[in-house]
């Protein structure tokens, strides 16, 4: 391909970016206003000039798929000599060349998997985590690396930066994190953080195989530069060895990784470090209707989160739908009849998405496409009953009823076994898998509650509930070869659909409960951003005001929906919000006196919402107690007592046989095994 026609396929922002073939230049570039097909372009430009050699050109991106599409378009535009690769490819691709020659010996195998390493790890500090906290703690040392914290510092550096993993305090964390270092030291492994650090070493300390890097790659372009890491800049620069061939792409208001080490300031202040930069925007969107853009451009601002102000090149397309719903099985109704309209009206199932701000959130979803008939893929998480924790607890729910332990109430038993996994009624305050877990279990609860309101709430059978949930499995792993893709906002960054449903936009949900500092908050403002525009024509925005059918509704709807739907505008929510009931039945908290709804809180005589008045200490002493107990019977600790009982226990503080058979839960039987145990444990208190 001529160098003319190269630039004629070029819009006027996208043809400057393709002739600035001279370093340094950053280009900011808005979501969908192609941006590969600029970089692509350029470094063709190059070749096709005779400016740049192809085996000196070095484009680098952060995925995998994002490469491969590179390679294939430099292909197409006559530029196959390129090298187009991963940050980790391309170190690991030198590290294997260089490391024999340097260190006269093999370079350590990579682990695939961090997780047998750290579960030694823990075990040297006594800990015993579970799978979800092995990752979570995976995670934060992969953050620790390529963020340049060691593990001397690792406790300052997190306690400063308000990190925390689960339950375990920054010190256990920082000596978790060097006893891993040191296990995979011994077993000579190295993980994928060590590529990159063992070869900015190797850079760093060997001046010939710096000066060979240098010699091969003269010209270097960085594909989403927000997504840089301090250890990823780090080696661009000892790649780079002080030149400035260097052009970065990116756009600070899709950075959703700062979690992970991500820091867009790289991008941002650009300019200020190469002081002779050329900056360029891109800012004609080719993907999204003006409907979709007004959306986007309005959500960002007079936010700190700005980026470029997109400007639509589509012809105006449907106006956005918004709608709340009373609860979210009808919200997952009423979503999967519109994809259901859609698809009967000639659109592919490929190009719908429903996105999610946590995975735990498709259930709901699977189910509805599930009961219409609608194909669907889950992307990037196993589907809801295909999840480790979720078949697991199935399992034991299953075994429960099985053996004839699911005498009484339902729901109570159903919380009291999910207990024994870690679920509680108070969520993790911390991101990651831990979260992702307690939610995939907290969906299971609440099925079991909406199962109960339509079984006849306390006579509800586990064992139908069972079953239940092994034909909503079998509904749902049904093979499909196109469906609906169901993700969440992470995993849908660079993707796009025709049709895309956001859903599940209320506060503690987007932004999520644990984002608190302003900074936390602006990025759920522009993971929201992210998900709005991965939309081209059809956009639907949705929430639920109560969890299960016939809750209350007492959430609020995300306060970024404020600038795009406005006060006033909820649709499908008549009589949910606002509306005035006639005198509720049955049992009120005695807190707020609101009605309660649940055999559990009916149980404590408060609502889920209202503060626990129980002692905590009391409460602690009785939950340690029992797990002592239940291993001398060799039953689970829920045998003995269930949290609700102990909660009651703690509450009442009852002194005697007689106080102690008030509470629910507590019969003859119970008396006679653990009474004088309750009674000493008790008066000890006191």
Same mark, same amino acid.
């Given at each position: 391909m001529t160098p003319d026609a190269l630039l004629e396929a070029l819009d006027p922002e996208q043809r400057r970016v393709a002739e600035t073939l001279r370093g340094p230049v950053r280009v900011l570039a808005g979501a969908g206003t192609g941006k590969t097909r600029a970089i692509t372009h350029r470094i063709a430009y190059g070749v096709a000039t005779g400016v740049y050699q192809p085996t000196e050109v070095l484009a680098v991106t952060f995925t995998a798929r994002a490469a491969g599409e590179m390679r294939g378009r430099l292909r197409a535009l006559g530029a196959g000599g390129v090298q187009a690769r991963t940050f980790h490819a391309a170190a690991l691709r030198q590290l294997r060349f260089f490391w024999p020659r340097v260190h006269n010996r093999e370079l350590p195998d990579l682990t695939e998997s961090k997780l047998g390493i750290l579960a030694t790890?823990?075990?040297? @500090?006594?800990?015993?985590?579970? @799978?979800?906290?092995?990752?979570?703690?995976?995670?934060?040392?992969?953050?620790?690396? #390529?963020?340049?914290?060691?593990?001397?510092?690792?406790?300052?550096?997190? $306690?400063?930066?308000?990190?925390?993993?689960?339950?375990?305090?920054?010190?256990?964390?920082?000596?978790?994190?060097?006893?891993?270092?040191? #296990?995979?030291?011994?077993?000579?492994?190295?993980?994928?953080?060590?590529?990159?650090?063992?070869?900015?070493?190797?850079?760093?300390?060997?001046?010939?195989?710096?000066?060979?890097?240098?010699? @091969?790659?003269?010209?270097?372009?960085?594909?989403?530069?927000q997504d840089v890491s301090p250890l990823q800049s780090a080696l661009l620069d000892l790649w780079?060895?002080?030149?400035?061939? $260097?052009?970065?792409?990116?756009?600070?208001? @899709?950075?959703?990784?700062?979690?992970?080490?991500?820091?867009?300031?790289? %991008?941002?202040?650009?300019?200020?470090?190469?002081?002779?930069?050329?900056?360029?925007?891109l800012v004609r969107n080719y993907r999204s209707t003006p409907q979709i853009i007004a959306?986007?451009?309005?959500?960002?601002?007079?936010?700190?989160?700005?980026?470029?102000?997109?400007?639509?090149?589509?012809?105006?397309?449907?106006?956005?739908?918004?709608?709340?719903?009373?609860?979210?099985?009808?919200?997952?109704?009423?979503?999967?009849e519109q994809i259901a309209q859609l698809i009967s009206g000639g659109l592919a199932?490929?190009?719908?998405?429903?996105?999610?701000?946590i995975n735990a959130q498709s259930e709901a979803f699977e189910d509805a496409l599930a009961a219409r008939g609608v194909p669907y893929v889950v992307r990037g998480a196993a589907r809801f009953f295909d999840r480790g924790e979720v078949?697991?607890?199935?399992?034991?729910?299953?075994?429960?009823?099985?053996?004839?332990?699911?005498?009484?109430?339902?729901?109570?038993?159903?919380?009291?076994?999910?207990?024994?996994?870690?679920?509680?009624?108070?969520?993790?305050?911390?991101?990651?898998?831990?979260?992702?877990?307690?939610?995939?279990?907290?969906?299971?609860?609440?099925?079991?509650?909406?199962f109960a309101a339509e079984h006849g709430g306390e006579q509800a059978d586990l064992g139908s509930f069972v079953d239940e949930l092994d034909r909503r499995a079998s509904e749902q792993h049904a093979p499909v070869a196109e469906g609906v893709t169901i993700a969440t906002l992470h995993t849908a960054k660079g993707l796009e659909w025709d049709a895309v449903f956001l859903i599940g936009l209320v506060e503690g949900t987007l932004p999520i409960i644990y984002a608190k500092t302003p900074v936390e908050i602006e990025e759920e403002r522009r993971l929201l951003y992210v998900g709005l525009t991965r939309a081209r024509t059809h956009l639907?925005?949705?929430?639920?005001?109560?969890?299960?059918?016939?809750?209350?509704?007492?959430?609020?709807?995300?306060?970024? %929906?404020?600038?795009? #739907?406005?006060?006033?505008?909820?649709?499908?929510?008549?009589?949910?919000?606002?509306?005035?009931?006639?005198?509720?039945?049955?049992?009120?908290?005695?807190?707020?006196?609101?009605?309660?709804?649940?055999?559990?809180?009916?149980? %404590?005589?408060?609502?889920?919402?209202?503060?626990?008045?129980?002692?905590?200490? %009391?409460?602690?002493?009785?939950?340690?107690?029992?797990?002592?107990?239940?291993? $001398?019977?060799? #039953?689970?600790?829920?045998?003995?007592?269930?949290?609700?009982?102990?909660?009651?226990?703690?509450?009442?503080?009852?002194?005697?046989?007689?106080?102690?058979?008030?509470?629910?839960? $507590?019969?003859?039987?119970?008396?006679?095994?653990?009474?004088?145990?309750?009674?000493?444990?008790?008066?000890?208190?006191?």
């Open positions: 790890a823990a075990r040297r @500090q006594r800990l015993a985590p579970d @799978q979800a906290l092995l990752r979570d703690l995976a995670s934060e040392i992969e953050w620790a690396k #390529v963020s340049n914290v060691s593990p001397d510092n690792y406790a300052v550096t997190a $306690i400063r930066r308000g990190r925390s993993v689960g339950e375990i305090d920054p010190t256990t964390v920082g000596h978790v994190y060097d006893a891993y270092e040191e #296990v995979k030291r011994s077993s000579g492994r190295m993980d994928m953080e060590d590529v990159l650090l063992w070869n900015a070493g190797l850079l760093a300390d060997d001046e010939r195989v710096a000066a060979q890097v240098r010699r @091969q790659y003269k010209w270097f372009v960085v594909d989403e530069f780079l060895g002080g030149r400035d061939e $260097i052009c970065v792409v990116g756009d600070p208001a @899709q950075t959703i990784y700062s979690f992970a080490g991500a820091d867009a300031d790289y %991008l941002r202040r650009f300019t200020e470090r190469h002081e002779r930069a050329t900056s360029i925007e959306a986007a451009n309005t959500l960002l601002a007079g936010s700190p989160s700005k980026g470029v102000e997109l400007r639509a090149q589509r012809a105006a397309g449907p106006e956005i739908h918004a709608a709340g719903h009373s609860d979210e099985v009808a919200e997952a109704t009423a979503v999967a199932a490929s190009e719908v998405a429903v996105l999610t701000r078949r697991k607890a199935v399992t034991l729910l299953r075994g429960t009823a099985r053996s004839g332990g699911s005498d009484g109430d339902m729901l109570e038993t159903v919380r009291a076994t999910l207990s024994g996994m870690g679920w509680s009624t108070t969520a993790p305050a911390t991101r990651g898998k831990t979260r992702d877990q307690w939610e995939s279990l907290q969906a299971l609860v609440d099925q079991s509650v909406a639907w925005l949705s929430w639920a005001y109560a969890r299960n059918p016939g809750g209350r509704g007492n959430r609020s709807r995300s306060r970024f %929906l404020d600038a795009l #739907v406005g006060e006033g505008q909820d649709e499908n929510v008549a009589g949910v919000r606002g509306k005035k009931k006639g005198p509720a039945k049955g049992r009120h908290c005695r807190i707020c006196k609101r009605p309660l709804s649940t055999a559990g809180e009916k149980k %404590l005589g408060r609502c889920d919402l209202c503060p626990a008045t129980y002692d905590e200490d %009391l409460y602690e002493e009785l939950r340690a107690w029992r797990k002592a107990r239940a291993a $001398i019977d060799e #039953v689970p600790p829920f045998v003995v007592f269930s949290d609700t009982t102990l909660q009651l226990i703690a509450e009442h503080k009852p002194q005697g046989e007689a106080a102690l058979l008030r509470i629910s839960g $507590i019969g003859p039987k119970k008396i006679e095994q653990y009474g004088e145990d309750l009674d000493g444990l008790l008066s000890e208190h006191a």
